[in-house]
């Protein structure tokens, strides 16, 4: 099994930033896409932010140019730095990782969550 461990969530005021981390853990063979998905209350899941293997990047045109998406495939971490903050990017945020381990194919892995809440 993967375990995905995520921080970072907190309450911030409107025009602040936050930083959030996922990091996988076991014995993990390869880690293809990672990304951020978010909940806000009421509302779907939503994928906000995706990076691939190769470092190329996908957002969701309501979070371009205020969030970014980075990983270090050394340590099977990703990153989601939140710039700009909104009070509708309140939400929970989810990381999720296509990893495959020795004994088993690739498939996508969860994190538990973490609150992001900004006030206006």
């Known amino acids: 099994q993967v375990r995905l461990v995520e921080s970072g969530g907190g309450l911030v005021q409107a025009g602040g930033s936050l930083r959030l981390s996922c990091a996988a853990s076991?014995?993990?063979?390869?880690?293809?896409?990672m990304g951020w998905y978010r909940q806000a209350p009421g509302k779907q899941r939503e994928s906000v932010a995706a990076i691939t293997s190769g470092g190329s990047t996908n957002y969701a045109d309501s979070v371009k140019g205020r969030f970014t998406i980075s990983r270090d495939n050394a340590k099977n971490t990703v990153y989601l730095q939140m710039n700009s903050l909104r009070p509708e990017d309140t939400g929970v945020y989810y990381c999720?990782?296509?990893?495959?381990?020795?004994?088993?194919?690739?498939?996508?892995?969860w994190g538990q969550g973490t609150q992001v809440t900004v006030s206006s």
């Open positions: 076991g014995i993990i063979r390869s880690i293809n896409d």
């Open positions: 999720n990782v296509a990893a495959s381990t020795w004994y088993r194919d690739a498939q996508n892995y």
